[in-house]
């Protein structure tokens, strides 16, 4: 049986280099949490923690610099899938391993919607405002 593997797609692509580029790794990360080898799980799990909340940052702090509108709604669901992870990291150690099987399936359909919603929208308006706060060249600089 073939087993397909997640991964980086064009279909992941957002129109902000740098958020392409913590997304990208993002992806690495997450999909590693899909390997078959239970004793080396939590090691991975913290891994993708670490790096998300570095991430989610990242994304709270342009989002405060540029004044998204939605942002409260953007950050709440980095803090959901935060505690997620962090709980599911707790209950893998103390024996529940199937729950982190079942984090590894659940995280990239988590993150391909997150993507096609918060994320693409918070790129598009940072590109936008990047566009409209560009000091203008008066005539006599040119
Ligand atoms: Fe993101
Ligand atoms: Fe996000």
Known sequence: MTQIVWGWSERLRSNY?????????????????????AD???????ALIA??????EQEN?????TGFPPAACHQREHDTVLEVMIEVRRR???????LGQRLAEEMPLW????VDTM?????????????????AI???EL
């Open 111 to 114: 993150f391909e919607h997150h």
């Open 92 to 98: 893998v150690e103390s024996g529940e391993a199937d």
């Open 17 to 37: 280099a740098p958020m392409d580029e913590t997304h990208k790794e993002f992806v690495t990360l997450c999909a590693a949490l899909s390997e078959d080898q």
């Open 61 to 65: 702090q342009w989002m405060l610099e």
């Open 51 to 56: 790096h998300s909340i570095d991430h989610f």
């Open 119 to 135: 994320d693409n929208m918070l790129a598009q308006f940072m590109v936008k405002e990047a566009l409209t706060t560009v000091p």
């Open 40 to 46: 080396t799980f939590l090691t991975r799990l913290d």
């Open 138 to 140: 008066a005539p006599a």
